[in-house]
């Protein structure tokens, strides 16, 4: 498999954002493509509703002289996994129900799974896992919305409206 960042000019992709070449089906990544895979993982299988992601701890994450890693860089690959499952240009988060079910340390290699679970008009939840080695460190279940436009261009005030 084949990973392909997607542009605005592709219109004719279908729901599933495949592209067939040569034989070969490459998923166009369509979501997340400046993020910093160092801090938030790197994408080992991607198929339509699923992905698999590497995160492989780094000292910028450690918090103490143990080399406990801060869970909010287990929280931000897993979310990265969700969004990617997904897989839509405008997906965000809306919420989310986590359990860190075990400390992750410096060195540590998290291996993510995320699958979409639920699909309702623009509504998506995703459920995600997170191990090392077999131990299952991470758990949780991911609630996203697709919007029409990027969520910083939304109008979500009416102008009388103050914030």
């Known amino acids: 498999m084949k ?4 542009t605005e000019d592709d219109i004719d992709l279908d ?3 495949l592209e067939e070449t040569s034989g070969k089906t490459t998923v166009l990544l369509r979501t997340h493509e400046r993020i910093n895979g160092e801090l938030c993982g ?3 299988k ?3 509703g699923y992905v698999e992601l590497m995160l492989t701890t780094v000292p910028e994450m450690v918090v103490d002289e143990h080399g406990l890693v801060h869970a909010g860089f ?3 690959a897993a979310d990265y996994a969700a969004m990617l499952a997904v897989n839509e240009r405008n997906v965000v988060l ?3 129900e986590c359990q860190f079910l075990s400390p992750v340390k410096i060195g540590n290699i998290v291996n993510f799974t995320a699958k979409v679970r639920h699909k309702e008009g623009r509504k998506r939840n995703v459920h995600v896992v997170g191990f090392v080695y077999d131990i299952k460190v991470f ?3 991911f609630k996203t919305v697709i ?3 990027h969520v910083l261009k939304l109008k979500l005030l009416d102008d009388g409206d103050a914030l």
């Open 3 to 6: 990973l392909k960042k997607d």
């Open 15 to 17: 729901e599933l954002h």
């Open 42 to 44: 790197e994408i080992q």
């Open 46 to 48: 991607m198929e339509a």
């Open 74 to 76: 287990i929280f931000s």
């Open 94 to 96: 809306v919420g989310s």
């Open 139 to 141: 758990e949780g279940e």
């Open 147 to 149: 919007t029409e436009r």
